[in-house]
């Protein structure tokens, strides 16, 4: 698609700005309504898709300024893309409100506070493993001192800062080891590897999540893939993007694409993901370096080999696992899996190829849970409601455990589990598929079940 | 800074400000529907119950504003624009399903309940409810009763005035009332009959009982490609005629076909004429043996080839390139607009000859998707709308292509309304006499001048000149204004 060239009039600054044929792919058929989390829960247009493409296109046209009002509807956004699934016309509205947000974050739209914030956090700290290595360790600290069961309990961090409070209740639950990209190369397929993948380790679930990039390079070793963590990774910048900081998630997907794929090297078969939020932008570099004379191509090529791990686990086709577990599991589509990778099947596939797991569905399986990268610290209060909703319909189906397929979700939804399960009947903490597979391995290999 | 007029300012006193948009960035999301038109709406209001809906339209009676019911807004009349400014009333938040009654396969509901969402909570009972239009996963049960939508399963059972019961109405007066019975056949006028159709002019529906149906506990869907429209259309007319009715009776043309394959996968052959998608359903044994009849039919009218599926995910298959078609033609023009006609069976064949010419003759791409055992046809023309004039000859060929339903003893609408698009073209096919008669019948329900003004009938004074009607006045001067009967 042509970049339209810059009109001194336009409210648009920059050649990110949305694209004026995707905007006029809508027709306003409202298909998307009912699909909208933020339509179900505010309950007027200027908070469904079809209303914010409507102020995108007011915008466009000039028929609108941008006031502090229409930033607020932009910013009320989930990114969940379920319009997209729902959208007959094909609009790329994750693509449109992602430009959209690249514009406001280069016209300085956002509160000065929240700029700052921005910058000493997504700046300062995700794009630098060692750093956040170091905030890990600092989180580590402060819940095996006690610390923060101290500060949950008296309830005084709700009382004095009650923004920190909300970030204390998603904060992860630090008492693994620490995922180290060393360890992927320690396990190996046990014959010839049939194929080959470099894991995407990203920047937090190293801290948060280890034992899921244990369990994937676990499962598909042993499956005959040679899996490796290129220890030059970064933050693939997927916050960064949604945030409208382009040209900080520029910078990153360089960085990735050298550390994956260096010049004069072969590709991988696959670049492994197990993180939906990252897997769909990481599917996206060739988009976003499309105007990156250096990195184009290998941006392209790239986002070619990028998979998620459900989706390449049953692409090559996997090992049936013996090991019983008995258990109601629920899974939760992760937006960025379901609505921007159009992946469903598969990781149903790998939770029903289970013994003795049982999977119970919701209702609505596919409506975000409100995590939404930042947007449960930032919006907290509609996402407080949208996990209100998606918790009553996880606690229907009886499941003793919620599976998902994103760090975000995960947090957000063991948040909910803690805040709604009164009976403290659930597993208090989600699963991903992966971990589930490779535990069904590994007590099939010890002849037991759970 | 705007400041809040006291129109304003007394509805967020009655229903809390947060419930009241006004601000002019915001009112921009609620000047279209589905349609091309628009409209501009002073304010919006969003009612949580029936008590709020009567004290808004009793403020804005006081204040001389126009008052609007809006659902969704898919609506591809118009019929939810704020033709003349004014309030509109969205009816959105009101969207509990307050009661499954299994046993007597009613459910009671509020307006704003998404077609879908009653459909999902029937199955869970068993049941279903029957219309099913296509915007079903979008459109609200109190747009559905406006328009009487329809939806392929409608030849068997009906459109929406079918399976309404009862309503809760508030009148343009504000005066709140039941209308029908749980009873499914009261004595004295049907004045349910009355509300369903009469596209938002009569009243705010706010709440409705609606009848639920059985479930079917088989399906099977069959597939049959044809080499020509005629053959494909007797194939139909030989379906109805030998007495069993589908559950669907639906055809794509070629332009459709070339559309969806590439996108889809359906498997059609390019070349082909015709496709034509049959269901039938109800209990197993009958749907063995109907299904038997109607693929011995099919076969008569020498098809290509017909598929049949009875499990869900194959029936799905052989739906897709049905159900996708809309979004697949966005993939030839950016725009679309959907024409609604119905004509008598078996003139199907010779409607869409002249379809074909017209938009020819206007030099845009059609594409023609019917519900074909009812005769209603959904041609659908392809456009740009940055392209200048390409909106004016859009509008254009839709007023010819209308005439053709007209002339062939047919309709200018089959489910989508008259509402602001087609209210100049209501002479095509109704005297002035017959115009009276309905104006007469609506007054009887309350006071007409400031309640949804400028839908259904020719336009009247202060409705403005709406973006099509230059067009309609256009097509009426060369066709000429009186009813065609
Ligand atoms: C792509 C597409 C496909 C469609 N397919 C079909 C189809 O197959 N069959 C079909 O019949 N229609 C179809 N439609 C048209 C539309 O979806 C229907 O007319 C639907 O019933 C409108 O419902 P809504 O809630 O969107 O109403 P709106 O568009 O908001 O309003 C429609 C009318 O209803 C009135 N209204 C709304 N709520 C109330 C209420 N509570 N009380 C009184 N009046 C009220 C409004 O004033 C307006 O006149 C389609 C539309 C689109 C965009
Ligand atoms: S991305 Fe999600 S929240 Fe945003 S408009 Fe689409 S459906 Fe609504
Ligand atoms: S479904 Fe797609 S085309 Fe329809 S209103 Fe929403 S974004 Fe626009």
């Given at each position: 698609m042509s970049i339209a060239p810059l009109d001194f009039e336009s409210i648009w600054q920059t050649a990110d700005r949305p694209d004026a044929g995707e905007l006029g792919l809508c027709v306003h058929c409202g298909f998307c309504l009912n699909a909208c989390p933020t339509y179900h829960d505010l309950g007027v247009e200027t908070d469904s898709p079809r209303g914010r493409i409507a102020l995108m296109r007011g915008l466009d046209d000039g028929r609108l300024s941008w006031s502090p009002r229409v930033q607020q509807h932009f910013d009320q956004c989930l990114q969940c893309r379920a319009c997209e699934t729902a959208c007959p016309s094909k609009v790329p509205y994750g693509r449109l409100m992602e430009a959209t947000r690249a514009e406001a974050f280069a016209q300085d739209r956002w509160p000065r506070r929240q700029r700052i914030i921005w910058r000493v956090i997504m700046r300062g700290l995700f794009p630098y493993p060692r750093r956040m290595r170091l905030a890990g360790y600092g989180l580590k600290l402060y819940q095996m001192s006690g610390l923060q069961s101290l500060v949950r309990c008296s309830g005084l961090l709700k009382r004095l800062a009650p923004k920190l409070a909300e970030i204390d209740a998603l904060s992860p639950n630090a008492?693994?080891?620490?995922?180290?990209?060393?360890?992927?190369?320690?396990v190996s397929p046990k014959q010839t590897p049939r194929a080959n993948a470099s894991l995407v380790t990203g920047c937090m679930m190293p801290l948060a999540y280890p034992d899921t990039h244990r369990a994937t390079v676990n499962v598909f070793a042993r499956n005959g893939v040679a899996v490796d963590a290129p220890s030059a990774q970064v933050c693939c910048g997927a916050l960064h993007a949604h945030g409208g900081d382009i040209e900080a998630a520029r910078d990153l997907a360089r960085s990735n694409i050298d550390a994956f794929t260096p010049v004069g090297s072969e590709l991988p078969d696959a670049i492994l993901i197990n993180a939906a939020g990252c897997g769909s932008h990481l599917k996206e570099y060739g988009h976003l370096l499309r105007n990156d004379a250096a990195y184009a191509d290998r941006a392209a090529a790239f986002a070619l080999r990028v998979r998620d791990v459900h989706e390449w686990l049953v692409e090559i086709g996997f090992e049936p696992p013996i090991g019983r577990i008995e258990r109601r599991v629920t899974y939760q589509d992760s937006c960025h899996l379901s609505h921007a990778q159009g992946i469903r099947k598969a990781p149903r596939q790998v939770l029903t190829s289970i013994p003795g797991l049982e999977l119970a569905e919701m209702r609505t399986p596919d409506r975000c849970c409100g995590s939404a990268g930042i947007y449960s610290v930032v919006q907290s209060e509609i996402s407080q409601r949208v996990l209100a909703e998606k918790m009553s319909d996880v606690l229907g189906t009886g499941a003793d455990q919620i599976c998902t397929a994103n760090p975000g979700c995960m947090l957000q939804l063991d948040a909910g589990i803690a805040r709604f399960d009164d009976d403290k009947r659930m597993i208090p903490r989600s699963i991903h598929a992966i971990e589930l597979l490779d535990e069904s391995y590994r007590l099939g290999d010890e002849g037991q079940s759970r | 800074m705007k400041t809040p007029t006291a129109l304003v300012l007394e509805l967020i006193e009655a229903i809390g400000d947060d419930a009241v948009v006004w601000h002019d960035e915001d009112l921009l999301v609620y000047e279209y529907d589905g349609t091309i038109d628009r409209g501009n709406p002073d304010v919006i209001a969003l009612p949580a119950d029936t008590d709020d809906v009567s004290a808004l339209i009793r403020i804005a009676n006081k204040h001389g504003a126009p008052v609007t019911p809006r659902g969704a807004g898919t609506g591809l009349s118009g019929g939810a624009l704020a033709a003349r400014g004014g309030v509109i009333i969205g009816m959105n938040r009101m969207r509990q399903i307050l009661n499954v009654d299994a046993e007597n396969k009613t459910a009671l509901v509020q307006p704003g309940v998404v077609n879908l969402d009653l459909g999902i909570e029937a199955e869970r009972h068993g049941l279903a409810y029957a219309p099913d239009p296509s915007s079903q996963r979008a459109c609200t049960i109190g747009g559905n009763i406006a328009e009487n939508a329809g939806g392929p399963h409608t030849l068997a059972w009906g459109t929406t005035t079918n399976h309404v019961l009862a309503v809760e109405l508030v009148t343009a007066d504000g005066e709140v009332q039941w209308i029908g019975h749980d009873t499914r056949d009261e004595p004295g006028y049907d004045l349910v009959g009355c509300?369903?159709?009469?596209?938002?002019?009569?009243?705010?529906?706010?709440?409705?009982?609606?009848?639920?149906?059985?479930?079917?506990?088989?399906?099977?869907?069959?597939?049959?490609?044809y080499d020509s429209v005629r053959d494909a259309s007797n194939a139909v007319s030989a379906v109805v005629a030998s007495g069993i009715v589908p559950a669907a009776l639906e055809m794509i043309d070629k332009m459709t076909i070339a559309a969806v394959e590439p996108v889809l996968n359906t498997g059609f052959p390019l070349d082909a004429e015709a496709v034509l998608l049959v269901e039938v359903d109800g209990p197993e044994s009958q749907v063995e043996a109907e299904g038997a009849r109607v693929e011995s039919i099919l076969r008569r009218f020498e098809p290509r080839e017909v598929r049949s599926a009875t499990d869900h995910e194959k029936r799905e298959h052989l739906w897709a390139g049905r159900k996708g078609a809309i979004g697949a033609l966005g993939q030839i023009m950016p725009n679309y607009y959907l024409l609604d006609g119905v004509v008598p069976r078996t003139k199907l064949p010779d409607v869409l000859d002249a379809v074909y010419e017209i938009a020819e003759r206007y030099r845009l791409p059609v594409a023609n998707m019917f519900h074909a055992g009812d005769g209603n046809l959904h041609p659908c023309l392809l456009f740009d709308e940055r392209e200048p004039g390409a909106t004016a000859r859009v509008l254009d060929a839709g007023g010819e292509i209308m005439r053709v339903c007209v002339d062939a003893g047919g309709a200018i609408t089959g489910e989508?309304?008259?509402?602001?698009?087609?209210?100049?073209?209501?002479?095509?096919?109704?005297?002035?006499?017959?115009?009276?008669?309905?104006?007469?019948?609506?007054?009887?329900?309350?006071?007409?001048?400031?309640?949804?003004p400028c839908k259904i009938f020719p336009a009247g004074h202060g409705c403005g000149e709406a973006g099509h009607q230059h067009h309609a006045q256009q097509q009426i001067a060369k066709f000429g204004p009186k009813a065609f009967v």
């Open positions: 008492d693994r080891p620490f995922y180290s990209n060393a360890e992927a190369a320690r | 509300v369903v159709g009469s596209e938002g002019t009569v009243g705010i529906v706010t709440q409705a009982l609606v009848r639920l149906v059985p479930r079917p506990t088989a399906v099977r869907t069959m597939l049959a490609v989508h309304g008259v509402g602001l698009e087609k209210r100049d073209y209501l002479p095509w096919i109704f005297t002035d006499a017959d115009m009276d008669a309905m104006k007469a019948l609506r007054a009887a329900f309350g006071p007409t001048e400031n309640f949804n």
